[in-house]
């Protein structure tokens, strides 16, 4: 059964800071692999996914990289600044599986002015 | 604008009351699911829909019902069955099932 495990369960940093969140997972036979983020109250928004078949994706300040064989990803995030402060949760998709992801329990940032 | 649309933002439940959340999307997506998410927890998905009068069960179904009469609806029932009711409930959808999922802004269902 996959399991999904997300450390440390919350962050705070000071503005500014380059920092890395954490994302493992047990079975390795993944179709992709998403990171969101949530704000307090609210639903989540697809920040990066990763195929498979990649090792990883950039958007902005943003880099996610995927180890499949040691079941690991990274969320990289340059230059942090306040607005970062959310929730960030990462989710696999099963090879074969279909549609269902698998979510880890979320990272809790803050970023300090 | 296009996306997705919870409601009621907030929904009290009494004790052997069955209540609806609405989830409704004008993406044009083929695929919806339900999760439910509890504190510094992640997302357990509860039921989804790959296409009109089609849906399979999740991880935690029990004491929930669903139905897809629209492509763009797939209102969830929370049933007296389910003890446990009190979380955040989270809509998404996807064009089909292995694409990305976008997700609406949920609903707090609580316990009177």
């Known amino acids: 059964k996959q399991e999904v495990t997300q450390i440390p369960a919350a962050l705070s940093v000071p503005e500014g800071e380059n920092l890395v969140l954490n994302c493992s997972f047990t079975d390795s036979a993944i179709y992709n692999l998403q990171w969101f983020r949530q704000d307090p109250g609210k639903g989540l928004t697809s920040l990066l996914l990763?195929?498979?078949?990649?090792r990883e994706q950039t958007s902005g300040r943003l880099n996610a990289s995927l180890d499949k064989s040691s079941g690991r990803s990274t969320l990289y995030i340059a230059a942090s600044q306040p607005g970062d402060s959310a929730t960030y949760l990462c989710?696999?998709?099963?090879?074969?599986?279909?549609?269902?992801?698998?979510f880890g329990q979320g990272t809790t940032l803050q970023v300090k002015p | 604008d296009g996306g997705i649309t919870q409601s009621p933002k907030y929904l009290f439940r009494k004790e052997g009351q069955n209540v609806t959340l609405s989830c409704e999307q004008n993406?044009?997506?083929?695929?919806m699911y339900w999760y439910r998410q509890d504190p510094g927890q992640g997302l357990r998905l509860i039921y989804y829909?790959?296409?009109?009068?089609?849906?399979q069960k999740g991880d935690i179904a029990e004491g929930y019902s669903v139905s897809r009469e629209k492509k763009e609806s797939f209102p969830l029932t929370v049933t007296s069955a389910q003890k446990n009711p009190t979380a955040f409930y989270l809509c998404?959808?996807?064009?089909?099932?292995?694409?990305?999922?976008?997700f609406g802004d949920g609903t707090r269902l609580s316990i009177l």
């Open positions: 990763i195929q498979s078949s990649q």
């Open positions: 989710a696999v998709r099963q090879a074969g599986n279909t549609g269902k992801l698998i």
């Open positions: 998404a959808s996807s064009i089909f099932v292995d694409q990305p999922q976008h």
């Open positions: 829909s790959q296409i009109v009068n089609d849906f």
């Open positions: 993406l044009n997506h083929d695929a």
